[in-house]
């Protein structure tokens, strides 16, 4: 079975820095692309970031561009995402999630997200 | 405000069949596939279909997708109180190089 495990969610300040981490199982991680979406408290879900499985391609949603930094580790089957100069718009629970087919068919199997939460 | 529109709420008895709308453009659902996820509070989203109209692995034939043009549906016939849970839709975007959401939709069973 697939298993996705976040990790390093918490309470920082504005400004502050965060490191959350994705610990996989279940499958061959360095095959297939990942994501990160969040959820803000009482609003929708919103995708954040994926990257493929050799590291080769990477995209941001605009929000976060040139703040976060989505990484991973193949030998580790582990996702990062690397979070600075967080906001109050940050505060939302960030799902790590892999790709259905390889790096095709999208977001498909969720772990059970980290709250980040943003405030002074 | 999302990128894909769809209402944010629906509403049918047991038994009935709904329909939940997921509205885009060209540089999304009309020229990308749409995938349709389900999601009860505090849980883990679930894929529910996607490629448009395929079947995850164990979503019951109750739940449908279809799309036309630069919008698509998810169908759910023989509603069930355990349907009632938010749904997103979401797809590819050329323009934005990233993933867009509807803003869900809440599925209550009266």
């Known amino acids: 079975d697939v298993q996705l495990v976040e990790s390093g969610g918490g309470l920082v300040k504005p400004g502050g820095s965060l490191t959350l981490s994705c610990a996989t199982s279940?499958?061959?991680?360095?095959?297939?692309?990942m994501h990160w979406v969040r959820q803000a408290p009482g609003k929708g879900l919103e995708w954040v970031s994926s990257?493929?499985?050799?590291?080769?391609?990477?995209s941001y949603v605009n929000s976060v561009k040139g703040r976060f930094t989505i990484s991973r580790d193949n030998a580790e089957k582990s996702l990062y995402l690397q979070m600075n100069s967080l906001r109050a718009g940050d505060t939302a629970v960030y799902y790590c999630?892999?790709?259905?087919?390889?790096?095709?068919?999208?977001?498909?199997?969720w772990g059970q997200g980290t709250l980040v939460t943003v405030s002074s | 405000q999302s990128v894909l529109t769809q209402p944010p709420l629906v509403s049918g008895t047991p038994g009935q069949r709904v329909t939940i709308s997921c509205s885009g453009s060209?540089?999304?659902?009309?020229?990308?596939?749409v995938n349709w996820y389900q999601h009860f509070p505090g849980t883990a989203p679930k894929l529910l279909i996607y490629?448009?109209?395929q079947w995850h692995s164990g979503v019951p034939d109750r739940f449908s997708g279809s799309k036309s043009g630069t919008s698509a549906s998810l169908a759910i016939s023989g509603l069930q109180s355990e349907d009632e849970a938010d749904y997103y839709c979401?797809?590819?975007?050329?323009?934005?190089?990233?993933?867009?959401f509807g803003g869900g939709t809440k599925l209550t069973v009266l």
């Open positions: 999630v892999r790709e259905y087919f390889y790096d095709a068919g999208g977001p498909a199997f």
């Open positions: 279940g499958f061959i991680f360095s095959f297939y692309s």
């Open positions: 990257i493929t499985g050799s590291s080769k391609f990477i």
């Open positions: 060209s540089s999304n659902i009309g020229s990308q596939t």
């Open positions: 490629g448009d109209d």
């Open positions: 979401a797809a590819w975007d050329g323009s934005l190089n990233g993933w867009v």
